[in-house]
């Protein structure tokens, strides 16, 4: 049986209007998508319950931004958490003031023991055998790489998983070593490489244990990529190298443009490396794209039917860490078990507006809830 949840009186409920994008533990998720039962981010970084609401509104709609924390467009009665005279506390979005202060609470981190990742192997007609890979750097780099550009190998006649490939544009030769490297180090097997796609190169190497594994922890219900772990369950320095592989293949972080980058369409993977990078001090931006109408990135075809997800910072710790990426060894520097994003709002805007918005009702003392950098109560 459901618990039956704390609903505040619906005149104290915030709505927003649609493709907002909330924080929830699957992902970002438009607030309209919200259900029942739900785990949303609160202001203080816990992972609630919710219960989703919507009305028909006509009247004013007001948008917050700020510098480097993304927007929220709210109606006027609508609670933003701001600090004003050196206090945090809830205005009403028809009250906000330019050089206010916003923050977003990290996720709560609490690293727990969970240091293998298990999974049965068979080699011919062999028992199967219990395997117990540690999570190594070069373990979470190759994962991040994996999300980024990797799939699972099926047989044809069976349909059974059977291997893992890695699909890269040929001119990226240093990430196609290093994947190589890194398939060497964690399982002592060699790659097999062959042309793919015209410019492309695909990668590959057989483990039915391990593609299973990967199979059922590292997607979601819609096929979508995830991340195998509760980030909040690992140290900073294996976030470093998870990271580090997410962005060789899916993002960009180089000398030259000086800033950490990573665009995907996966909500849930998007959010990961939101939560990374805050956790890492870069204070990352945050917005989205709509559907591209097709194209091609590093050598991959775009088909541009989902919104795009854009993470990016260009802080001293960003730049810090891409000069880490170059000559990567195991950071001395401790990440923070807790903290938040702090940000100065630089627009307010107003609107007529008429439809329906939506809010969400939050189990316990915090009825609060979190877009990208802005909590809304």
């Not at 044809?156 to 990430?175: A, P, Q």
């Not at 410019?199 to 195998?228: A, Q, T």
């Not at 507006?353 to 189990?363: L, R």
Request: proline share 3%.
């Amino acid at each position: 049986m459901s618990q039956k949840l704390n609903i505040p009186h619906v005149s104290e409920i915030s709505y927003l209007i649609p493709r907002q994008k909330i924080i929830t533990k699957k992902g970002f998720k438009n607030i309209e998508l919200v259900k029942e039962g739900d785990d949303i981010l609160t202001k203080e970084g816990l992972w609630k319950k919710c219960y989703p609401m919507s009305k028909l509104y006509k009247g004013n709609v007001y948008k917050i931004s700020s510098y480097g924390q993304g927007s929220v467009e709210v109606t006027e009665d609508s609670k933003i958490w701001v600090m004003r005279d050196s206090t945090w506390q809830w205005v009403a979005a028809k009250d906000i003031l330019l050089g206010d202060f916003i923050k977003q609470s990290w996720i709560n981190y609490n690293f727990s023991d969970k240091s293998y990742i298990c999974y049965d192997e068979r080699i011919t007609c062999s028992k199967p055998k219990s395997v117990a890979l540690s999570l190594s750097t070069s373990m979470l780099e190759l994962i991040g790489c994996f999300l980024g550009d990797g799939g699972i190998e099926i047989e044809t006649e069976t349909g059974i998983s059977c291997g893992v490939h890695f699909s890269l544009d040929k001119k990226y030769s240093e990430i196609i070593q290093r994947i190589k490297q890194l398939i060497s180090d964690v399982f002592d097997k060699e790659a097999t490489e062959y042309d793919h796609s015209g410019n492309g190169v695909r990668l590959k190497f057989y483990s039915k244990g391990f593609s299973k594994w990967l199979k059922e922890n590292c997607y979601d219900d819609h096929k979508e990529k995830i991340s195998p772990f509760d980030i909040a369950d690992l140290s900073d320095n294996l976030l470093r190298y998870l990271l580090k592989g997410l962005l060789e293949t899916d993002g960009n972080h180089t000398e030259k443009t000086e800033d950490v980058t990573f665009e995907n369409t996966s909500p849930s993977l998007a959010q990961t490396v939101y939560f990374i990078t805050q956790r890492l001090g870069m204070n990352p931006s945050f917005y989205y794209r709509d559907p591209r109408q097709g194209g091609e990135i590093r050598g991959r075809k775009i088909e541009g039917k989902k919104e795009e997800f854009v993470i990016s910072s260009g802080n001293i710790d960003a730049k810090q860490f891409i000069r880490w990426s170059k000559h990567p060894i195991p950071s001395a520097k401790k990440a923070c078990n807790h903290g938040s994003c702090v940000g100065r709002i630089n627009g307010v805007g107003v609107y007529d507006f008429k439809g329906m918005v939506y809010g969400i009702s939050v189990e316990g003392d915090d009825p609060s809830f979190c877009v990208p950098g802005i909590a809304i109560g």
